[in-house]
């Protein structure tokens, strides 16, 4: 079986148990801070992947690692090393974060702008672009692009609405080149 699929399945239960409990924003913040552990400490992974270290060792470093963590994300990570699976901690998270916005209604959303946004402005295009895409809302992540000159340019999964004024004049670059052929 895949890496993906099975780490769905994870992701799946996990979320289950996080919805009976109404913690489902607490598991997904600390999956958060996982995801960060293991992506700033490469050598972290490599200790888990490391057929040397016992089983019982890489279980307490988790326990030690995640302290103050859930114990439905701890449980997941030792189990995850039980089944020798813990290189799918990152498939992990990131199914749990789809399987969490579906079930909120919301989508993760990144826009592009020339100066920092304000949170009127983050919620107004928030509020906009989620009726375009029959979401409740958009947890929106602003990325600073002085490339822009102005306007925004709103990536959400694999779509981009690109309201920029250097979109625009790309666009009627691309309009005069046609025309002119």
Excluded: C, H, W
């Excluded at 919805?19 to 607490?26: F, P, S, T």
Aim: aromatic letters at 6%; glycine letters at 4%; proline letters at 1%.
């Amino acid at each position: 079986m895949s890496n993906e699929v099975v780490a769905k399945r994870y992701a799946v239960a996990l979320f289950q148990l996080a919805k009976e409990q109404n913690l489902i924003d607490v598991v997904e913040n600390e999956l958060l801070v996982v995801k960060e552990v293991f992506t700033n400490n490469r050598d972290f992974l490599t200790i888990f992947n490391n057929p040397k270290v016992s089983v019982d060792a890489k279980k307490s470093m988790l326990q030690d690692a995640f302290t103050g963590a859930s114990s439905l994300v701890v449980n997941t990570l030792l189990l995850l090393v039980d089944n020798k699976r813990i290189d799918s901690v990152f498939e992990v998270v990131s199914n749990y974060m789809v399987i969490a916005n579906e079930a909120r209604g919301t989508e993760d959303a990144i826009v592009y702008s020339v100066r920092p946004l304000t949170d009127v402005e983050l919620s107004s295009i928030s509020s906009s672009f989620a009726k375009k895409i029959g979401k409740v809302s958009l947890r929106l992540q602003n990325v600073v692009d002085k490339s822009l000159i102005g306007g925004v340019k709103l990536r959400i999964g694999n779509r981009i609405y690109d309201g920029s004024v250097s979109g625009k004049l790309e666009r009627i670059e691309r309009q005069l080149v046609a025309n002119r052929l």
